[in-house]
């Protein structure tokens, strides 16, 4: 990934945060990296920890955002949420998956996108 491909994508990571703020959420964290992988955006959500995957497309033709998040995706997103529950002693607290999908200028928030995968 180039360094304008990761502009890009922190662009559209802070546009997604903005969106979730005006609903509500507190942003704790952007881009927490372990060795699992990356969670795009680490937020609260009243009590609920929410870590959440931004996906952006330019177009249509390339098919839907949130369809990029795939199984795989999931399991390294998964992985990566444990980590950081155990890094931060936060075993035990209520948390879920959600899915910021930005296609041109249409932000759509999917709460609970996806469950846990082991």
Do not use: W
């Amino acid at each position: 990934m180039g360094f304008n491909t990761r502009k890009i994508g922190t662009e559209y990571e802070r546009k997604a945060g903005a969106f979730l703020e005006a609903g509500g959420y507190v942003i704790q964290e952007y881009n927490f990296r372990c060795r699992m992988g990356e969670i795009d955006i680490i937020a609260r959500d009243g009590k609920c920890l929410v870590f959440c995957e931004v996906k952006y497309r330019g177009g249509p033709g390339s098919g839907h955002p949130a369809e990029a998040v795939d199984e795989k995706k999931q399991r390294i997103i998964s992985k990566c949420a444990l980590y950081y529950l155990a890094a931060k002693g936060l075993q035990g607290i209520e948390c879920r998956f959600d899915v910021v999908s930005i296609e041109g200028d249409e932000i759509t928030l999917y709460k609970n996108a996806f469950d846990y995968i082991g």
